[in-house]
């Protein structure tokens, strides 16, 4: 199982999670009946008749409030946009609906099928199954299937967050940024709000989310332990975060130089020339040999001896020796 799919298992293993899902990102209306507590986290694996094992990440089972009876969340967790997702939600909700059958001859139960999604490109994925099916005809179109599903996009979440004490909203927070010493004054905020012992395994598993899906998602690399202590991780990110602030300030010079020399190229080459320079220009990573391109502007007489010159360059800090080349 891959550690992305871990983390959010791991964190949606506590009901505090859940309700913090149910309650603060949902229409009100959904959960308004439901007995938040009243939950039962249900075994996730389901096995088809042909011995196939398909099952959702994660299922809770909810109470109703004011009787019997009760509400089947599936949590599936995403990290890349899927444009059958529908499908995959119709098909977990027919085999936990087929699981029950076997097991009690009482009446299914109704489902909310939740996609929690974490990735870099925008989700845009209809939520109706029927929306991936072609148009069936009017006397066909009661036998369709029709199942809609709900999507929490977390690093594009724009509503405005719950107030008052609310684990989702904490993780919505976080992922609202990838600068390091942010995250650990966030950290500190959160075990500030939840100082309650009972609630130290769940900071934890935030810890391991940040490890294994937050900060790899923005290219930081960080070796964050499963267990540290919530203390020490706010220490160690703080001085992290001095360090990656240095290394954007260096990488953003980099790019200011290299859309300078692109601008000049263009002026005294043209476009086609500077597209292909700025390309070769993203392979160097130290900005003074940026300004020593420019400078290489005034001395060739034609696009192609600048980009060869470049070329060399470029050959040159791939082998290690930095050299100039002339």
Not at 95 to 123: F, K, T
Not at 290 to 311: K, M
Request: charged share 25%.
């Amino acid at each position: 199982m891959a550690k992305h799919d871990r983390a959010w298992k791991l964190l949606f293993s506590y009901p505090e999670m859940v309700r913090g899902l149910l309650t603060g990102f949902l229409p009100s209306e959904w959960v308004s009946d439901l007995d938040l507590s009243v939950m039962t986290r249900q075994s996730e694996g389901q096995v088809t008749d042909d011995g196939r094992e398909r099952h959702p990440d994660r299922v809770w089972e909810v109470g109703l409030g004011g009787g019997p009876g009760s509400v089947l969340v599936t949590l599936e967790f995403q990290s890349t946009v899927d444009r059958t997702m529908a499908v995959r939600v119709l098909v977990y909700t027919a085999m936990l609906y087929q699981d029950r059958l076997r097991r009690s001859s009482a009446e299914l139960p109704p489902v909310l099928p939740i996609v929690v999604y974490y990735g870099s490109e925008e989700w845009k994925v209809g939520e109706e199954v029927a929306e991936l099916c072609a148009a069936p005809g009017a006397p066909r179109a009661p036998y369709q299937p029709s199942q809609r599903h709900f999507v929490l996009d977390v690093g594009g979440y724009t509503g405005p967050l719950p107030g008052g004490r609310n684990w989702m909203a904490e993780l919505v927070r976080l992922a609202r940024t990838p600068d390091p010493e942010v995250v650990a004054a966030e950290l500190r905020n959160i075990s500030a709000r939840w100082p309650e012992p009972q609630y130290d395994s769940l900071l934890e598993a935030i810890l391991t989310w940040l490890g294994q899906v937050h900060f790899p998602m923005h290219r930081i690399d960080l070796e964050m332990p499963e267990l540290v202590n919530v203390r020490e991780a706010i220490i160690m990110l703080q001085q992290v975060g001095m360090d990656w602030s240095a290394k954007l300030r260096d990488e953003g010079r980099a790019e200011g130089q290299v859309e300078v020399v692109r601008l000049q190229a263009a002026r005294k080459f043209g476009a086609e020339t500077a597209e292909r320079l700025a390309g070769r220009l993203a392979e160097i990573a130290d900005p003074e040999r940026a300004v020593e391109v420019g400078g290489w502007l005034l001395e060739c007489e034609s696009g192609e001896e600048l980009l060869d010159r470049v070329a060399r360059l470029c050959e040159s800090c791939a082998n290690g020796d930095g050299a100039a080349t002339g």
